[in-house]
C-alpha cells in the first residue's frame, strides 16, 4: 500500500457520460498529480494542485477537469465522455520541496472503461 | 521540451541472464532522473533517483546509472520476479516538479 488511495478502482460507463475519479493522498503530502496511462502513449501527465492552488497544467482536455479541497483530496471531473478515454488514470502525491528532486507516490489508479 | 526515450520497448530474457535498460533524456534544467517499475494494472513503484551525472545507485540486483545525456538500468542474475515494465522518468529544474516519463520497458524474466 503506497498511502496514495484512489477510488473507483474500476470504472465502466457510456460515451457522453460523466464521472468523477477519487484521490486521497499520502498523510503529510501537499501536492497532487494526475495523470493518464493509455495503451499506446504511457503515462500523460494532466494536472498538478498543491494545497489547493492549481500549479501547472499538461495534456488535460477541455472536457476534463480537478479540484483539490482543503483536505487535500483531489477529485479529477471527466465530461462528455468519448471511447478514446478509456485509460488507467492516476493520482500521485508528494511533499513539495523546494530544492532538489521530488519522488511521486502512484495510487493503484483507476481505470476506466467507456463503451 | 522536456523528452524521454526508452529502449527496448520489450525483453525477454532467461533466469540469470543480466542485461541493461536504456533511457535517453533531453531536459532543460535536469533536477532529477527517476526509475519506477510498474506491474500490470498497479501504480507506478518508485526505484531510484539520480541527481547528477557519474551518480549509481543499487538496489538488490538493480543498479541505475546517470550520464549527461542517458541513464542505464543494470538488471544483473534476474529472477522471474523481477518481470515488469521499468519506467524512466526526469524532473526538470523549473517551477512546477511534474514528471516526464519514457513510455517504459517491458521485462519478462523465464525461470
Known amino acids: 500500500d503506497s498511502g496514495v488511495t484512489q477510488t473507483p478502482k474500476h470504472l465502466i460507463t457510456a460515451t457522453g457520460q460523466r464521472v468523477t475519479l477519487r484521490c486521497s493522498p499520502r498523510?503529510?503530502?501537499?501536492?497532487v498529480y494526475w495523470y493518464q496511462q493509455s495503451l499506446d502513449q504511457g503515462l500523460q501527465f494532466l494536472i498538478h494542485y498543491y494545497n489547493g492552488e492549481e500549479r501547472a497544467k499538461g495534456n488535460i482536455l477541455e472536457r476534463f477537469s480537478a479540484q483539490q479541497f482543503p483536505d487535500l483530496h483531489s477529485e479529477l471531473n471527466l465530461s462528455s465522455l468519448e471511447l478514446g478515454d478509456s485509460a488507467l488514470y492516476f493520482c500521485?502525491?508528494?511533499?513539495?520541496?523546494?530544492?532538489?528532486?521530488?519522488?511521486?507516490?502512484f495510487g493503484a489508479g483507476s481505470r476506466l472503461t467507456v463503451l | 521540451e522536456d523528452q524521454v526515450t526508452q529502449s527496448p520497448e520489450a525483453l525477454r530474457l532467461q533466469e540469470g541472464e543480466s542485461s541493461s535498460l536504456n533511457c535517453s533524456y533531453t531536459v532543460s534544467g535536469l533536477r532529477g532522473l527517476f526509475w519506477y517499475r510498474q506491474d500490470p494494472g498497479k501504480g507506478p513503484e518508485f526505484l531510484f533517483t539520480l541527481y547528477s551525472a557519474g551518480e549509481e545507485k543499487e538496489k538488490e540486483r538493480l543498479k541505475a546509472t546517470l550520464t549527461k545525456k542517458e541513464s542505464f538500468l543494470h538488471i544483473t542474475a534476474p529472477k522471474p520476479e523481477d518481470s515488469a515494465t521499468y519506467l524512466c522518468a526526469v524532473q526538470a529544474g523549473t517551477g512546477f516538479q511534474k514528471l516526464v516519463f519514457g513510455t517504459g520497458t517491458r521485462l519478462l524474466v523465464s525461470p
Open positions: 500521485a502525491s508528494s511533499v513539495e520541496g523546494s530544492t532538489g528532486a521530488n519522488v511521486l507516490t
Open positions: 498523510s503529510g503530502d501537499l501536492s
